[in-house]
């Protein structure tokens, strides 16, 4: 079974039991993200889980390997990864032990679920389609110029306005700002290998896809929120999590959604060196 395959879309329904589950592994991201209360988010990852063994029974659908989606399975793969990413404080730092945390926590996130699904499930349910979709169309070349342009008129107002770029550390020194650049592109990389690649593909093998967008951008704009995308930031991390989700589906191309991310993640590196360093030459109008 495909990362694309799924239940037949005229069987796929949002209005089923197997929502239970996927709204409590999902509504589990701002427990633990937001409001940082971590052992609530840990027993809503448990209930997710319970909840969707209660639903494959009823359903007739078995708990260990099988060619039939579970949602026990699938819920089970997005708990394992939150929980992991649960283990850390998300707040951004710059310093070598913050390096060695993020990179253990946020890739056992992606590798620890693939990893269950492909070798104990035995579903092939995540995979990485950098590949995919063929050659780019204008219209995807046309959308990448549009969220540089986007990113320029709407990021520098957002941070320096709302004060959010002081969650991020100062950066003043040729060093500092090097390992900016390197978290930020790295942890946008990650955003589409677990929020779209794992937790959306997962959770559309059960759900409409506008379903299974909107319940993957709960945890993608919880994570955010932790992160440093605070204020009135979630105005625009919600619909940039809904448009990525459906440009996955559109394209079927990993490489594109996270070209996207990196240069939408471009612009947001260079306000956040302005922000920290207000008195240097800058190309932005704040």
Not at 47 to 65: E, I, T
Not at 189 to 207: A, G, M, P, S, Y
Request: proline share 6%; aromatic share 16%.
């Amino acid at each position: 079974m495909t990362a694309h395959t799924a239940v037949p879309v005229r069987e796929r329904s949002t209005w089923t039991p197997k929502l239970i589950p996927a709204l409590l592994v999902c509504l589990a991201a701002p427990v633990l993200f937001v409001v940082q209360v971590v052992w609530l988010g840990w027993v809503l990852l448990a209930l997710a889980v319970a909840s969707g063994v209660l639903v494959d029974r009823r359903a007739g659908v078995p708990l260990a390997r099988g060619e039939e989606p579970s949602i026990a399975r699938d819920v089970s793969l997005i708990a394992l990864g939150q929980f992991i990413v649960s283990l850390i404080p998300l707040q951004a730092e710059l310093d070598n032990a913050a390096f060695v945390r993020f990179t253990l926590a946020l890739g056992g996130a992606v590798v620890v679920p693939y990893v269950v699904s492909r070798f104990v499930y035995r579903d092939y349910a995540i995979r990485f389609p950098w590949r995919g979709g063929g050659r780019w169309t204008w219209w995807q070349w046309t959308w990448l110029a549009g969220v540089i342009v986007l990113g320029y008129l709407i990021l520098p107002f957002y941070f320096i306005t709302s004060g959010v770029y002081m969650n991020w550390p100062v950066v003043n020194t040729p060093d500092l700002i090097a390992r900016l650049f390197v978290g930020v592109g790295a942890v946008g990389i990650w955003d589409e290998l677990f929020f779209i690649c794992t937790v959306f593909v997962l959770l559309r093998r059960h759900f409409p896809d506008l379903t299974a967008n909107l319940l993957q951008a709960i945890v993608f704009v919880s994570f955010l929120w932790e992160l440093g995308y605070q204020a009135w930031g979630p105005l625009l991390t919600i619909p940039f999590a809904i448009v990525q989700g459906f440009l996955f589906l559109k394209t079927r191309s990993l490489w594109y959604v996270v070209t996207v991310h990196l240069l939408f993640d471009a612009v947001v590196f260079g306000v956040l060196v302005h922000a920290h360093n207000p008195g240097a030459a800058s190309i932005f109008l704040i």
